[in-house]
């Protein structure tokens, strides 16, 4: 919700510059893919100031040399007069200019070494006026500093460069979608991955992409949403509309997840650019869940604790699935697994047991016995990374035959013989071991409780979670920058924080953080701040923003005046001192309401 109070300026490129003719050459480059360096026979320069084509080389040919340092100062002015000349001789807007000489680091620096073994001494003293002589008669590749501008990296370049072209005027379907796209709020920036990825997009005719954004509007995203996942799946700009994400978000809705928690949590914190993403594996996803038998709320629950199973669908588990179909496994005990512990569902458990299958076969384990082990511990074993079977043997000094008799007498030995995980930090014990227990109060004894105290009995019941869990929560604290004693102190008086999954305590540091620009120091006089659920968080801190952006509130103020006031004292101080207050609290509200049902 914060990110509508957050203004994102973007620089656009003038169409209508972009179609004026570059002045005519003396000579035509030979090769548009680089950097022209011919200079015209009639130039009337002292010899210094000559350019020797033959010990030049192509921005980006394996023999080009960008190793040499280049100064900040030559930097900056290297930078003015790429801006100059974007602007005043190709007839860029002043931002388009600025923004794409601001944003190529990688070809301005190289332009720069490539000059400066060519003007010796006169180069130091003279950047700016090297760097404009050269321009003056050696216009640039556009392409470059355009694309890199975009997001794409340098060594990627030359792939995207096209091969008959040097000016972007020259291209002008391509202007026209980088203005669509631009235009409807896609950071420049990311554009380039669009770019990358579905590079027939910057071919459609016009109105083409506007009308694309429309339709998916129309199925109740908004702007916001549509940017985000547009960019992670670029995919969605090519061809028809998705049939499959169209199911998917209508199915999504039946089961209860709205566009709203689409957006702001799925979208927002799991989506990554460099991952594919497609709603077919989707789609299959929720049918394979329907088909074992999750009803509409165990799968509303699933997806909401693991968005990512929603993203990543299941190709590890149907491959451990017919493979347990081939040992003899039946089909519904396989199904009740999978829904008694959707853990396994993830790609990562699957993953697991399929290597336990591949250890056990190693070692010599029947058929029988294989789904004897597996239809009694599959739980177990979908959380335990293991060892290759001879890695094992070489470190207990035993023979296959001795690891298979150990195994086949007892199986859970496999994980204790075999198991990647430290045994004290190992993750889904059964729940009638006892070690559960013993990690708490190890963890617990850390943090200062006496052994078989009061105060121990006390804590053992409020915090919740294993031990290996309370600890990898409480080393999430000391990683983002409090002192062990200081955090420490915060979960005595407020032990609910460890009682949090780490992801959340995560975005609860990182929201205080990078949005609203709190040090971290704030949560050693107020640890509650950490035990708040995030609607709260969220939505009074939006309108904090809010009014404090107005004026209408003091910047910077105590998080506990802010979260732990009553509502009435919150509306008092925080809603009614603007006009608008009211209606920007009750649509905050609306959203917030919506995003629960």
């Not at 998916?216 to 992670?232: F, N």
């Not at 690891?403 to 993750?427: F, H, N, R, T, V």
Request: aromatic content about 12%; overall charge neutral.
């Amino acid at each position: 919700m914060i990110s509508h109070f957050i203004q994102n300026h973007l620089f656009l490129l003038s169409p209508f510059l972009f179609h004026q003719k570059p002045p005519p050459l003396a000579v035509a480059p030979q090769n548009p893919s680089s950097l022209s360096l011919k200079v015209s026979t009639f130039l009337t320069f002292k010899a210094t100031h000559v350019v020797k084509v033959s010990s030049l080389v192509s921005f980006h040919s394996p023999t080009s040399n960008s190793s040499k340092r280049v100064s900040r100062v030559a930097m900056a002015e290297a930078q003015n007069v790429l801006l100059d000349y974007l602007h005043s001789t190709r007839g860029y807007t002043f931002m388009d200019a600025e923004y794409i000489s601001k944003n190529s680091p990688h070809f301005v620096q190289l332009l720069l070494s490539q000059l400066e073994n060519h003007y010796d001494d006169e180069f130091d003293d003279d950047v700016a006026g090297c760097l404009r002589k050269f321009l003056w008669y050696n216009p640039i590749n556009e392409f470059e500093p355009f694309l890199e501008s975009l997001g794409i990296l340098p060594f990627e370049l030359p792939l995207f460069l096209p091969h008959d072209m040097m000016y972007l005027s020259d291209d002008y379907l391509l202007l026209e979608n980088f203005h669509a796209l631009s235009n409807y709020g896609i950071p420049r920036n990311r554009i380039g991955n669009i770019y990358k990825d579905a590079k027939e997009v910057f071919g459609y005719p016009s109105d083409l992409l506007l009308w694309r954004f429309r339709a998916y509007e129309s199925l109740g995203m908004s702007r916001s949403m549509v940017i985000k996942l547009v960019v992670c799946c670029p995919s969605l700009l090519v061809g028809d509309m998705s049939s499959e994400l169209v199911i998917v978000l209508d199915w999504l809705k039946k089961i209860g997840i709205g566009n709203y928690w689409i957006e702001n949590h799925l979208c927002g914190n799991y989506l990554s650019c460099s991952t594919t993403y497609n709603a077919k594996g989707m789609l299959d996803s929720m049918q394979f869940l329907h088909k074992i038998g999750y009803s509409e709320k165990q799968m509303h629950d699933l997806f909401k604790a693991n968005p990512v199973l929603l993203l990543e669908g299941f190709g590890n588990l149907y491959l451990f699935f017919g493979l347990s179909l081939k040992l003899g496994l039946e089909i519904n005990m396989i199904y009740s697994s999978f829904i008694e512990y959707p853990h396994i569902l993830s790609n990562k458990c699957a993953r697991n047991l399929l290597r336990a299958i591949n250890f056990l076969r190693f070692i010599g384990l029947g058929i029988d016995d294989i789904a004897h082990i597996l239809s009694n511990h599959m739980h177990i074993l979908s959380s335990h990374p293991l060892k290759g079977p001879k890695t094992v043997c070489g470190q207990l000094k035993l023979a296959k035959a001795d690891l298979y008799k150990i195994i086949k007498d007892d199986p859970l030995k496999l994980i204790s013989l075999a198991s990647k995980l430290k045994q004290d930090s190992a993750e889904y014990l059964s729940p009638y071991d006892p070690s559960i227990h013993l990690e708490k109060t190890t963890f617990l004894m850390k943090l200062g409780y006496a052994e078989n105290s009061e105060e121990m009995a006390k804590a053992l019941k409020r915090f919740r979670g294993r031990g290996d869990q309370l600890q990898e929560r409480f080393d999430c604290l000391v990683e983002a920058g409090l002192e062990y004693n200081t955090a420490i102190e915060m979960i005595k008086r407020a032990p609910m924080i460890l009682n949090q999954s780490k992801v959340v305590i995560e975005k609860k540091i990182d929201f205080l953080r990078n949005t609203l620009g709190y040090p971290l120091e704030c949560v050693v006089g107020f640890p509650v701040y950490l035990c708040y659920d995030l609607e709260r968080i969220f939505l009074r801190f939006s309108m904090y923003v809010w009014v404090r952006e107005r004026n209408a509130a003091n910047p910077m103020l105590a998080l506990s005046t802010i979260l732990a006031s009553s509502d009435e004292r919150f509306e008092k101080y925080f809603v009614n001192p603007h006009p608008e207050g009211p209606t920007i609290w009750e649509a905050l509200k609306r959203l917030s309401h919506k995003d629960k049902c």
